[in-house]
Nanobody
């Protein structure tokens, strides 16, 4: 049984930082690309960042580039998302997801999802 368990969400002031972790089990982590997505109330789930199985290919949206950093540790079956310079518009539930091998922007291409963790950025 595949499980993705996120941690690290919370309440932070604008300009602050948070670091997410997503621990995976039940799959061969080193053969899966990992993505981070978020969903704000009343909005569709949107892509935030993704990293390929080896870590050699990384993608961000333009609004996150330079503020967010995705990384992975295949020895620990864990993917991370470091978020700096947070803005109120970053408020959302953040999800990690897994798909085989290479990254993708489309959430529909991911096979497994975590339960989500809430981030609230106050102004």
């Amino acid at each position: 049984q595949v499980q993705l368990v996120e941690s690290g969400g919370g309440l932070v002031q604008a300009g602050g930082s948070l670091r997410f972790s997503c621990a995976a089990s039940g799959l061969t982590f080193s053969t899966y690309a990992m993505g981070w997505f978020r969903q704000a109330p009343g909005k569709e789930r949107e892509f935030v960042a993704a990293i390929s199985w080896s870590g050699g290919s990384i993608f961000y949206t333009d609004s996150e580039k330079g503020r967010f950093t995705i990384s992975r540790d295949n020895a620990k079956n864990t993917v991370y998302l470091q978020m700096n310079s947070l803005k109120p518009e970053d408020t959302a539930v953040y999800y990690c997801a897994a798909r085989p091998w290479n990254s993708d922007y489309d959430p529909r291409s991911y096979d497994y999802w975590g339960q989500g963790t809430q981030v609230t950025v106050s102004s």
